[in-house]
């Protein structure tokens, strides 16, 4: 895929950019630049798949409630995770005009990549670009969210309809409680955006 068009963008939007042909070759730089440092993750199947979770916690103290060491809870993880210098997270969506979309439901993952850290990276494989900012948040509500939700196996109608589509329940049980549009890299924290050629995540 030509990463031309939305590198620009996210470039005029302070963003630094790298991509990447590859996970592995992604997940190869990230342990690169995250080392001998503290690093927290946000909930990610991008982050996961490509490998960070057996690597990074070998040279970094590594925080995911994905992962909680023995004896904490998933919360006190989350809390850790908060006051790392590095955040990662992936995105729901990425605009090819360079925003940024993201749907939480604890919030953690959303509030990790807008304050508390000294450097953020957005992981993000080729099947989460969007040719605009609508688009990409339709994207992340009709399809990332309920294949999440699929994923998580909650009682809600997207997933009583085999995530076909958002519904915009009232279900207790819904996951999207909060949706975040970085139009720009947050203020004083370093923020880089991670391509790569790969479907990675929903
Ligand atoms: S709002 Fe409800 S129906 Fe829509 S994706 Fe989220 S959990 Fe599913």
Do not use: Q
């Not at 042909?21 to 503290?38: M, V």
């Not at 960070?52 to 989350?78: C, I, K, Q």
């Amino acid at each position: 895929m030509d990463f031309t068009k939305v590198s620009k963008a996210l470039e005029e939007r302070g963003f630094k950019v790298s991509a990447f042909p590859t996970g592995k070759e992604a997940c190869a730089y990230l342990n690169e630049r995250i080392d001998g440092t503290s690093v927290g993750l946000g909930g990610s199947v991008t982050l996961r798949d490509i490998g960070l979770y057996e690597t990074l916690p070998g040279h970094n103290e590594f925080w995911s409630h994905w992962a909680p060491p023995e004896g904490m809870t998933a919360d006190e993880v989350r809390e850790r995770a908060m006051h790392a210098e590095t955040y990662l997270s992936s995105a729901n969506a990425l605009a090819e005009t360079g925003e940024i979309v993201n749907i939480d439901g604890t919030g953690n993952r959303v509030a990790g990549t807008l304050f508390g850290h000294k450097r953020v990276f957005f992981v993000v494989g080729r099947n989460k670009l969007a040719p605009t900012c609508d688009e990409a948040i339709r994207r992340a509500r009709n399809v990332a969210a309920p294949k999440n939700a699929l994923r998580f196996g909650v009682e809600t109608p997207c997933v009583a309809n085999g995530g076909d589509r958002c519904y915009d329940c009232k279900s207790p049980a819904r996951i999207c409680r909060g949706l975040v549009v970085l139009w720009e890299a947050m203020r004083g924290c370093e923020t880089e955006v991670v391509l790569i050629d790969e479907d990675l995540g929903y």
